[in-house]
């Protein structure tokens, strides 16, 4: 298998741009995971899907960020506007769940930097 | 709520030398998974070794061990025979296995293997 798939790898942007970041989970999972790791904050879960549904979405730190599952390879996290404290690396991961199976595979991550 | 401490920020060794990492959790889950994850300076997050609280036998990964005292709540991961690759943040994390799959992170411990 491929693994998580994220895209881009890096961006740079421009405060007050959108940002639009995307995954593709291991085929079969039915669970898919956003977090942002930061110095200060560690990693964070921002929110998660089961079965393309958003579950927890209490991580999510403004109404700037939104994430959609739009089917069951697919998921972006969309920053708009975006802001220079949200730059971090964002790292999609997925897991299925099945007893005793239950493992996070985490993506290679997005690194955006917001000027 | 369910808490992961790593008290050992940082560590460093030389090659070809055991190292052992700490771990601590807090839960009033009686079933659930723990898992050490390594994070190289690429930033990938990389799953090193997992635990079910219900089997007493304490996983290991060829190189890698895990010392898991469920009454002590605590989690240690061994690295025998370091090596330089393994230089990299190590973070331990709790899963319960029921509910929600949601991942607790450690603050992590960077770990530098020395020549």
């Known amino acids: 298998d491929a693994g998580v798939i994220q895209s881009p790898r890096h961006e740079v942007t421009e405060m007050g741009q959108e940002v639009t970041l995307r995954c593709k989970p291991i085929s079969g999972h039915d669970y898919l995971f956003w977090y942002r790791q930061t110095m200060m904050r560690g990693l964070e879960l921002l929110i998660y899907?089961?079965?393309?549904?958003?579950?927890?979405d209490s991580g999510m730190p403004e109404d700037r960020f939104s994430a959609k599952m739009p089917n069951a390879s697919f998921s972006t996290l969309k920053i708009q506007p975006s802001e220079p404290r949200d730059s971090a690396v964002y790292f999609c991961a997925s897991s299925l769940f099945k007893g005793g199976q239950e493992t996070q595979y985490f993506g290679p991550g997005t690194r955006l930097l917001v000027l | 709520a369910q808490t992961v401490t790593q008290s050992q920020p940082e560590m460093s060794v030389q090659e070809a030398e055991t190292v052992t990492l700490s771990c601590t959790y807090d839960?009033?889950?009686?079933?659930?998974?723990l898992f050490w994850y390594k994070q190289p300076p690429s930033r990938q997050m990389i799953l090193v070794i997992r635990?079910?609280?219900?089997?007493?036998q304490n996983a290991t990964e060829n190189r890698f061990s895990v010392n898991f005292q469920k009454a002590a709540k605590s989690f240690s991961l061994k690295i025998s025979d370091s090596q330089l690759g393994d230089t990299a943040m190590y973070f331990c994390?709790?899963?319960?296995?029921?509910?929600?799959?949601?991942?607790?992170f450690g603050q992590g411990t960077r770990l530098t293997i020395n020549p």
């Open positions: 839960t009033s889950e009686n079933n659930y998974y």
């Open positions: 899907f089961n079965n393309n549904v958003p579950i927890d």
């Open positions: 635990q079910e609280a219900y089997k007493q």
């Open positions: 994390a709790f899963m319960k296995q029921e509910g929600a799959q949601k991942l607790v």
